[in-house]
């Protein structure tokens, strides 16, 4: 396999594995890994739990903005266009629907992006940066 010729580094195969495959087969590729290693997804590491509405509300009154990053954690550039325009509207949507605030800002999942999904992304309202 491509990602483990001449790899350094774990995390170098971990890049090249998102560089060269869609979300739905590194989704499924975490996934048999974790059967494999009897991971329990529910026992994600101490004190690195997700933020609730409630505490990003929060952080918004006192002018924290929250920003996008994509619904489902997608490197955009691995994906169709149209699939690209979903994650990020999805996202934003979500966003906005659970902050009550406008989302105004948007990361690149591992900083890839192309001509196509920044038009994507100021096609949402969000300026592509």
Known sequence: MHAFEGAP??????????????????YGL?????????????DGPRGQLPMSWEML???GAYGIETGAHTAEHTVLTNQ???EARREI?????V???GTGRPVRHF???NGWYSAGVAQALRAEGSPAR
């Open 80 to 82: 169709p266009l149209d």
């Open 57 to 59: 509300r929060e952080m």
């Open 89 to 93: 509207a999805a996202c934003k949507s």
């Open 9 to 26: 580094t774990p995390n170098k195969v971990l890049e090249r594995l998102i560089a060269d495959n869609p979300t739905g087969v590194l």
């Open 107 to 109: 990361a690149y999942c």
């Open 95 to 97: 966003l906005e629907k």
């Open 30 to 42: 975490a996934e048999m890994l974790e059967d494999r290693l009897r991971i329990d997804r529910a």
